[in-house]
Every structure is written in C-alpha cells, then in structure tokens.
C-alpha cells in the first residue's frame, strides 16, 4: 500500500510569510504526528493528530497549528514566519486507536517537506 | 528538555565489523524504544524496537540491548554493511490516556566503510 505522502517537498518563504504542509497517511491509520528535523536538534515533536483531534502537543509556539480532515490527512501551518524554522518538516502516521496497546506503536514517516526561510 | 540522548553525532566502522550504537534516556515511564534509520532526502524508517520489560531484542544483523537501571540501550549490528551508512535515530514511546508520545534523540551519523 501508499506509503506517508508529503506535499511540497521543498519550499522557499521569506520571513513574515505563511506556510502550509500536507500529509496524507498510509491508507487506515488514523493518527497523524508532526515533527521537525533541524541539525543537532534531533526530531522534535510538534503534534499529534487522531480522528481530527488533536491529542498531543509539543512545547512549540502558538504560530504552529495543524488540523486533520475525516480522512485523516492532516496540514501544519506556520505563521509569521522565522529565520530559525527552516527545517525539515515531516509528516508519520500509525494505526494505533488506543493508547495503551501490546506491542510498539510503530511511526510510518513520509520523506518529509524542506521549508528554507529566507 | 532532551529525555533521549544521542551523545555521538557520529561512528565510522571498517564493512565486517561491530557497530555500536548509544541511546540514553531520562524518563522512566517510557515502555517502548525503538531504532530508525534515515538515508538523506528520505523519511526515518523503522528498523527495531524492545519493549522495556525485555532487556534485548535480535532481528537478523540488528541487535537492541537494553539496561533499564542505567537507563541506557545500544543498537549492535553485526556485520556491518557500507548500505548501513545512515544516521539512525533512538527513540522511545511513552504511553498516556491521550495517547502515544515519541521522543527523539538527535542521530548518530553512521559510516561503514568499505
């Protein structure tokens, strides 16, 4: 089957502008998480999505958002942007539909969206 | 607030030999670790996880150990192989009622040279 899809892959903003990611999951899984890559940080997570609720939250600033729609494809937004949230933005989605389960809860990453800031 | 370290951004191991891999972490109410590879341009890919009540868990090459006093895990791979070079990310599941949380760490670069 399809696997995590994101769309754009890169993209260029200048500072002040907004960007919007899309994410559509593999086919069935219902929860969306969002994270950002950038060098020596690590993937940090910004928000997790289950059928279009949000669940989780990162310790990231109000200007990232994200929403999911009844077919579990899910979009971040960035407002106002920064200098420093050039990263890599990507996209993972599981099946899990509860939170306690047997068994890793495994994370399908898409390849993820390039967001360079200028 | 990093609970999952990666204290070595990277490792060069001669093809054939042992690569270890370090993870530390902070929070006890994790109960799954888990090993991703990434490749550039690629997203991270699952490669092996253990549950915290195991303390090791073996799938072909690739080997997870686990030290839950010291709060530690390695990822072993034996023999490495040069389409091993990735960076590979640790990372570990904490379970809530609202539910499951992953924590990162930051990667360790892997180069197996030929």
């Known amino acids: 089957k399809a696997g995590v899809t994101q769309t754009p892959r890169y993209l260029i903003k200048t500072r002040g502008q907004q960007v919007t990611l899309s994410c559509s999951p593999i086919?069935?899984?219902?929860?969306v998480s969002w994270y950002q890559q950038t060098p020596g940080q690590g993937l940090q997570f910004l928000f997790e999505?289950?059928?279009?609720?949000?669940?989780n939250k990162g310790n990231f600033p109000g200007r990232f958002s994200g929403r999911q729609f009844s077919n579990s494809r899910s979009e971040m937004n960035v407002s106002t942007l920064e200098l420093g949230d050039s990263a890599l933005y990507l996209c993972?989605?599981?099946?899990?539909?509860?939170?306690?389960?047997?068994?890793?809860?495994?994370?399908?990453f898409g390849a993820g969206s390039r967001l360079t800031v200028l | 607030d990093q609970q999952v370290k990666q204290n070595s951004p990277s490792l060069s191991v001669q093809e054939g030999r042992i690569s270890i891999l370090n993870c530390d972490y902070t929070?006890?109410?994790?109960?799954?670790f888990l090993w991703y590879k990434k490749y550039p341009a690629e997203g991270p890919t699952f490669l092996i996880s253990?549950?915290?009540?195991?303390d090791k868990n073996e799938d072909g090459r690739f080997t997870v150990f686990l030290n839950k006093s010291a709060k530690h895990l390695s990822l072993h791979i034996v023999p490495s192989q040069p389409g091993d070079s990735a960076v590979y990310f640790c990372?570990?599941?904490?379970?809530?009622?609202?539910?499951?949380?992953?924590?990162f760490g930051t990667g360790t670069s892997l180069t197996v040279i030929p």
């Open positions: 929070n006890s109410m994790f109960d799954y």
């Open positions: 990372a570990a599941r904490r379970s809530t009622n609202t539910g499951n949380q992953f924590y």
């Open positions: 993972a989605s599981s099946s899990a539909d509860r939170a306690l389960i047997a068994g890793a809860n495994v994370l399908t």
């Open positions: 999505y289950f059928s279009e609720t949000q669940r």
């Open positions: 253990i549950s915290s009540i195991k």
């Open positions: 086919s069935g899984h219902r929860s």
